[in-house]
């Protein structure tokens, strides 16, 4: 069964990619209203760049950090 997570069911998610030996943190406001999330590792063959959700901007380190205390 697929269905798009609701407010209060889960604050976020953490992922870790062994291709890249790293870890990726999604906020729920990443993924709010959606029932999967894609992040993508390189640019796609058609150069598309509107609505992609490059990995590079969920590290873990990185998103920790704009979380703040």
């Known amino acids: 069964m697929r269905r798009k997570y609701l407010p209060g069911e ?3 998610f953490a992922a870790y ?3 890249t ?3 990726y943190f999604l906020p729920y406001s990443a993924f709010a209203g959606r029932s999967q ?3 993508r ?3 796609s063959k058609n150069n598309q760049a509107e609505g992609i959700n490059w990995a590079k901007d ?3 380190a990185a998103t920790l950090a704009a ?3």
């Open 67 to 69: 979380q703040g205390p």
């Open 21 to 23: 030996d790293r870890c």
């Open 58 to 60: 969920y590290e873990f």
């Open 37 to 39: 999330v894609l992040l």
């Open 41 to 43: 590792l390189a640019p």
């Open 10 to 12: 889960v604050d976020a």
């Open 17 to 19: 990619c062994p291709q």
